[in-house]
């Protein structure tokens, strides 16, 4: 099992910056991707940014690229996602996800993360 824990959200005007962090523990290593994910109301669950974890290549959406930053500190098994020039459309719930060895699917895809955190709230208004 993994365990994830968010922390970091808030409450911003538009153009502000907020950094999410995600701690992992547990079988960390059963982990392939490590990524972000947000759901606004009434909208379906999004990928916002994710990482191949062996070799930390980084992936992003089109909304977010130039935007955020997603890294890792391997020593302290945490994930953090620097988000600056936030707008009002990112307002929404951020999780952190893990897959495992027996995922498939793309980065993008929801089901491909079989591990997930709590969220964590983002509110950015005009």
């Known amino acids: 099992q993994v365990q994830l824990t968010e922390s970091g959200g808030g409450s911003v005007q538009a153009g502000g910056s907020l950094k999410l962090s995600c701690v992992v523990s547990?079988?960390?290593?059963?982990?392939?991707?490590r990524g972000w994910f947000r759901q606004a109301p009434g909208k379906q669950r999004e990928a916002v940014a994710s990482i191949y974890i062996n070799t930390g290549h980084t992936i992003y959406a089109d909304s977010v690229k130039g935007r955020f930053t997603l890294s890792q500190d391997n020593a302290k098994n945490t994930l953090y996602l620097q988000m600056n020039s936030l707008k009002p459309e990112d307002t929404a719930l951020y999780y952190c996800?893990?897959?495992?060895?027996?995922?498939?699917?793309?980065?993008?895809?929801?089901?491909?993360?079989?591990?997930w955190g709590q969220g964590t709230q983002v509110t950015v208004s005009s």
């Open positions: 547990g079988y960390t290593d059963l982990n392939r991707y």
């Open positions: 996800a893990a897959d495992d060895q027996t995922s498939g699917g793309t980065w993008a895809n929801v089901h491909r993360y079989k591990y």
